[in-house]
């Protein structure tokens, strides 16, 4: 059925009539950009009061102009993902929750990988910044936990994987391109500053963030006891995402390449020698190890979120790795039992240490040193708190020793041997040295059995007294 003809009249005036095809439409074919709300705030400059209500007309007006003469728009084309051909990485952050891990909040990033094909996701959770050691971990991971590699690997302009600063002729970082090799991928990007390019991956950012925030809703809390709790919240989301596309990925995974026999090194390498003070530094952070290492010579593999120091094969010490905070360039990690055997030697060093507050290790043993500086002289509560951390250290008793404090505190009996004595069972540090002296009238019943075995007459005889003889009481072991 054929329409009527266009309709070419008009049922009412036009409020724009001697304003639009005189200067209005010639200023838009000038300036395709210009927006209906400029032009109306043109009008009521240059026609004061003679177009007080024509905002909603010239919304229609420049829009039905621009239909038929601005610029088209970019169009969005669907693509075609072939099975095995691309996985693709990006890191995004949790916003609108706060993440606490122990009641202390918990600043992270989410390392994220998908298959373009399948849809098969891997996410885990990275701390500090967008480096390539966070990559490498991460893409390692997600290869191993889909139990293959695609053929080429996608990421916007990370810094962690291409040189993005200045003009070079080779653009990609030389850990990342060894990476690539070792994978045998085709490193590819997204053109700078278009984002919409890496949009199979961006929009699942959105749908995994949103089942993992529901997810913590559902649960009632957003604490959790440890990070390996939390990265366990996470792949349960991971787990009902998966399953979604379980048909089409077991249809990708026979197209993915096989895994190589070894990963690539996802950390750095550093060299730093062990201080008289029993610490290291590294990234300007001052980190305490175990006294026996002072002065040797550690290669320490430097991760996202941990550091492992070596002495040729065997690794010799493990390390949380701690960022400066605060608008701070340095920071300190100090572990007390690393160090509590040479201050149990000198405890009278803990008055004065650069690192008192960092060598107790939470704030109820601050607290509790507070107490102890008011209640007792500076040389006895030092004692008493170096002794305290001392069992706390050897026994592995931190909470039970914090416990007895505070008790004894209240009760203002807290003394030195009664700390001893109730965590050791006596009052002085036992000494494996020390012997004691046995009864001297043991002695008595030695020499008494030799006077009588030197009246016996005969062997006969001997032996047949010998045999009333009672045996003589031991002589005590040391």
């Known amino acids: 059925m054929e329409r009527g003809r266009p309709r070419d009249w008009r049922t009412r005036s036009d ?3 001697g304003v639009w095809e005189s200067e209005l439409e010639p200023m838009l074919r000038k300036e395709p950009r210009l927006q209906p709300t400029t032009l109306y705030e043109y009008l009521q400059e240059q026609h004061p009061g003679e177009y007080p209500k024509v905002l909603r007309t010239l919304q229609r007006r420049v829009s039905e102009w621009k239909r038929h003469h601005g610029e088209s728009p970019e169009v969005m084309f669907e ?17 609108g929750v706060t993440i606490t891990i122990n009641g202390e909040p918990y600043p992270h990033l989410i390392y994220h990988y998908r298959l373009a094909y399948s849809g098969w ?12 050691v966070a990559l490498s971990e991460g893409l390692q991971n997600a290869f191993e936990a889909c139990g293959g590699v695609p053929r080429q690997h996608r990421t916007d302009s990370l810094s962690a994987a291409y040189r993005n600063a200045g003009s070079h002729h080779q653009q990609l970082t030389q850990l990342y391109e060894d990476l690539c090799q070792h994978y045998r991928l085709e490193p590819t990007r997204n053109n700078r500053g ?12 959105g749908h995994l963030k949103n089942r993992l925030t529901q997810q913590l809703y559902l649960r009632g809390s957003f604490e959790f006891a440890s990070v390996v709790d939390y990265q366990a919240c996470i792949a349960g989301v991971l787990s009902k995402l998966n399953a979604q596309c379980a048909d089409k990925y077991a249809q990708e995974r026979l197209y993915l390449q096989a895994l ?15 201080s008289s003070r029993s610490t290291i530094t590294v990234r300007r952070i001052l980190y305490t190890v175990p006294s026996r290492l ?28 701690i960022r400066a905070t605060g608008g701070l360039r340095r920071g300190r990690c100090i572990n007390y039992r690393h160090v509590i055997e040479a201050l149990h030697q000198k405890p009278r060093a803990f008055l004065y240490c650069t690192w008192q507050r960092e060598l107790l290790p939470n704030e109820l043993y601050r607290a509790l040193w507070d107490q102890m500086t008011h ?34 505190l209240t009760g203002g009996t807290l003394s030195l041997n009664g700390l001893r004595q109730h965590f050791n069972g006596s009052g002085e540090t036992a000494n494996p040295s020390t012997y004691h002296q046995h009864p001297l009238n043991d002695y008595d019943h030695l020499l008494n059995h030799a006077q009588r075995h030197q009246s016996l007459s005969s062997p006969e005889s001997a032996s047949q007294e010998s045999s009333l003889i009672p045996h003589a009481e031991s002589m005590g072991s040391p």
Do not use: W
Request: hydrophobic residues 35%; charged residues 25%; glycine residues 6%.
């Open 294 to 321: 002072v002065g040797r010579q550690l290669e320490i593999h430097l991760y996202h979120n941990r550091l492992r120091g070596y002495l040729g094969q065997n690794c010799v010490v493990e390390l949380p790795r």
């Open 194 to 205: 278009i984002a919409h390019e890496n949009g199979s991956i961006e929009s699942p950012h």
């Open 260 to 274: 190589p026999r070894y990963r690539v090194p996802d950390y750095e390498v550093l060299s730093v020698r062990v």
């Open 15 to 17: 409020p724009l009539d």
């Open 121 to 132: 996701q891997y996410a885990q959770i990275i701390e500090g910044g967008e480096s390539y």
């Open 79 to 95: 693509l075609r993902h072939e099975p095995g051909l691309m996985g693709l990485s990006d890191f995004t952050e949790l916003k």
């Open 375 to 408: 209640d007792f002289e500076l040389d006895k509560a030092a004692l008493l708190m170096v002794e305290a951390l001392y069992i706390a250290a050897t026994q592995d008793k931190e909470t039970a020793v914090a416990d007895y404090l505070e008790d004894h």
